[in-house]
């Protein structure tokens, strides 16, 4: 197995020290926008089946070039989503099985956007079904924690646990501080402002998916190992475009444990405009204001040292029992950021996404 | 008497609007750093009286050049306070009385900017009070709405109404609604920000001035004139400098009701750190966040026409009365939007400040 990695951020370069620990892939070719940037997560692990290269993943052209000449055999995609179709289509045309730990963007229905879907997220990948199936290629879309860890939740629940599934419910949560910070968050502002003011979209049997207003149905939800309750809320995520069409049930959801306070500060940015993608023009400049929300924040990828807490992804399944009674049963993973950055030295928010990939990719290599 | 009026933004010009109706002036030169404004500003008032001229107000220089060149006896400082101390020195050095309605800015306390004032409003102007004198020329600080006709107030409080004063307290509410805005400030966002994040100042007659941390004891004001109840909080303001060192009192306070609502959003773009000017770096470029704040949002000298409510500037003294018994007073001046927008064609809290140096000018003129 030769895996192209593209994207050496804060997943990539956890990626790399999880799978440096295994033996089942003869080379990772790290691949990123910035060569110090590959150069540092390559040489981080300190082996020889790592290497670094420049590439720009916004060409599927270059992708394709990338997976011909290292002669790669699995395209695993760590970039940012709004790069998602052309590292997709360029492990395609490369001739490579694909792998990625989020999916293409929605974009919202253009007069009902908080009842109706538009585009969905995945839309754009499902929409090449085909062409993957005619090449005889494998993609893997979602299989970083969430979406991918509450997917096969969700196939384990139906196989194992329930004989009829109400509702597959992920709900993720975390009691994460950062020492020095008065607001910090662990992960990337700019996706965040994206999943949780894109509108929410929620399936159901006899409805199909709909989307609700942002931040809709506050709920507390407990989380074990010490986490406690957090507020959590509807986010739009791959799940519940994922779920529904493999596992029997009827209602899928995702809620986000974003707290109150987070909720507060989305709700503003959104407010005064601050969430824009779109160029405003300031004095002699123009910048995307979202970009000088991200630019004011500390660096999530440098916070693991000032990180305490736990974090949390799982699934909750309400339905009915193998044994015929009323279950309700949560799915969880938990990680330790103090035992992360200890064992790893990545924080436990990115080395939970890629722990994931590194499952997927040996199941695959040994052709379980 | 010959007016020098620098800054033709919402209170320039509802100064040109507001003075056109009085014979007490010779002329007034519209002065602005963008000729195009000053123009519009004289042109709208159709006056001949009423010339506009091009003005950096940031050189003290050009200001004392312009005094001299349009034989000015009066400068009215209607911009932005961070050229308080360019034009005040310029009118000085050009030989001309000076108007402001804002006073020069403060800087915290280095190591306890929440106990103790740094360089307060103000102080910069007051450091050169013997210049004026020996000039033999009048600096009349803080001649607007508030500070201004509050101060006022408060003379007139002593002079007429109590015989002991325990706290003059400004009060500032209003009951504005923006159409078609979720948030849209009717005052520049870029000084509510000043205001409001600085450390608020309070004067003690037994421990003179101190500071606070923002947005300390709130206090629901309940407002004149069907306003109603705003909650409001201390907040760094002129008055607190300048009345008790003419009034005698127990204690000044100025408190803004900026209401829950716009005491989040405040608080949570200090938290992002995007009140901060320092510029930030954005990719390939430069900018202050709280400059994309400002431009994210409507400019409010074009909100007047979908502006609905009334604005109060007051003043509330409590104290011994004339009689000897407590008394409790509200002092203060209501200013309808439909109105100053159909007499006046400017929203209600640019006519409100501006109104006051017209009367100030006039009385001068009088020599009343």
Redesign the interface.
């Given at each position: 197995m030769r895996i192209l990695l593209v994207g050496a951020g804060g997943v990539g370069a956890a990626f790399c020290s999880i799978a440096v620990r295994r033996d089942f892939f003869d080379t990772v070719v790290v691949a990123d926008y910035d060569q110090n940037r590959a150069r540092r997560a390559a040489e981080a692990v300190a082996d020889p089946r790592f290497v670094a290269t420049r590439l720009d993943a916004s060409s599927a052209d270059a992708v394709a070039e990338a997976v011909r000449a290292h002669r790669i055999t699995h395209v695993l995609n760590a970039v940012d989503p709004r790069f998602v179709m052309p590292i997709f289509t360029g492990a395609l045309d490369g001739g490579a099985d694909y792998l990625d730990m989020a999916m293409s963007l929605s974009s919202p229905h253009p007069d009902r956007p908080y009842e109706l879907p538009g585009v969905k997220l995945g839309d754009e990948q499902f929409a090449l079904a085909d062409r993957w199936r005619q090449a005889g290629r494998l993609a893997l879309v979602g299989i970083g924690v969430e979406p991918g860890l509450s997917d096969v939740f969700a196939r384990y629940a139906a196989d194992h646990l329930f004989s009829e599934i109400d509702e597959l419910g992920t709900r993720d949560g975390s009691n994460l501080t950062v020492d020095g910070y008065?607001?910090a968050p662990s992960f990337s502002i700019w996706t965040t402002i994206e999943e949780c003011l894109n509108p929410p979209v929620i399936w159901e049997a006899d409805r199909g998916w709909y989307t609700t207003e942002p931040f809709s149905e506050p709920e507390v939800f407990d989380f074990p190992e010490g986490i406690g309750p957090v507020e959590c809320v509807n986010v739009e995520h791959e799940e519940v475009l994922l779920m529904p069409r493999w596992v029997e049930c009827k209602r899928v959801t995702f809620k986000y444990g974003l707290g109150e306070e987070f909720i507060?500060?989305l709700k503003?940015?959104h407010?005064?405009?601050?969430d824009?993608t779109e160029k405003?023009?300031?004095?002699p400049?123009?910048?995307?204001?979202r970009?000088?929300?991200a630019?004011?924040?500390p660096d999530p990828a440098g916070l693991g040292p000032r990180m305490r807490g736990k974090t949390c992804a799982g699934l909750w399944v309400t339905g009915t029992g193998r044994d015929g009674n009323p279950r309700s049963t949560y799915l969880y993973h938990v990680v330790d950021n103090e035992w992360s950055m200890a064992e790893y030295g990545h924080q436990c928010v990115v080395w939970q996404t890629a722990i994931n990939p590194v499952v997927a990719l040996e199941l695959l290599a040994r052709g379980s």
């Open positions: 008065e607001f507060g500060v503003t940015l407010k005064l405009g601050l824009r405003v023009k300031v004095g400049v123009e910048v995307s204001p970009d000088v929300v630019a004011c924040l």
